[in-house]
């Protein structure tokens, strides 16, 4: 789930995270957790990539998740692609290499009683 992002000077934060703050950060924009999403995947021309190496693990065993924010530079809309990317490259110098883009997001994990063992079969 993304929980905060900030692209430009523009944040938004999920309203399951200002709860976990106990408050809104300064001049973000409070929206929940689909709105937040569908916001950066409709109002950007850029997507969110979610890739993990294995999604099933057994006792034990671990994986590599990636998280990238990926944008096509030839969209096939010239005004658009260029008013981002000159935006983006005046941004990053104008703010001393900040990055355009920040997010938070959170990484859930479910374990599946189904896939457990128990503490002595796992030793065994």
Same mark, same amino acid.
């Given at each position: 789930? @993304?929980?905060? &992002? !900030? @692209?430009?000077?523009?944040?938004? *934060?999920?309203?399951?995270? &200002? /709860?976990?703050?106990?408050?809104?950060? #300064?001049?973000?924009? &409070?929206?929940?957790?689909? /709105?937040?999403?569908?916001? $950066?995947?409709?109002?950007?021309?850029?997507?969110?990539?979610? *890739?993990?190496?294995?999604?099933?693990?057994?006792?034990? #065993?671990?994986?590599? $998740?990636?998280? !990238?924010?990926?944008?096509?530079?030839?969209?096939?809309? +010239?005004?658009?692609?260029?008013?981002?990317?000159? !935006?983006?490259?005046?941004?990053?110098? +104008?703010?001393?290499?900040?990055?355009?883009? #920040?997010?938070?997001? !959170?990484?859930?994990? @479910?374990?599946?009683?189904?896939?457990?063992?128990?503490?002595?079969?796992?030793?065994?």
């Amino acid at each position: 789930m @993304v929980k905060y &992002v !900030r @692209v430009f000077d523009d944040e938004y *934060v999920s309203s399951e995270y &200002v /709860q976990e703050l106990g408050s809104t950060p #300064q001049g973000a924009t &409070v929206l929940t957790a689909e /709105q937040l999403l569908s916001k $950066i995947q409709n109002d950007y021309p850029f997507h969110i990539n979610v *890739v993990t190496a294995q999604a099933t693990l057994g006792v034990g #065993q671990s994986s590599s $998740i990636s998280i !990238r924010f990926g944008w096509a530079y030839e969209t096939g809309d +010239d005004e658009t692609d260029t008013d981002y990317g000159t !935006r983006a490259y005046d941004y990053y110098e +104008d703010n001393n290499g900040e990055p355009v883009i #920040q997010a938070i997001i !959170r990484i859930t994990v @479910v374990q599946h009683p189904d896939q457990t063992q128990t503490p002595a079969a796992a030793t065994n």
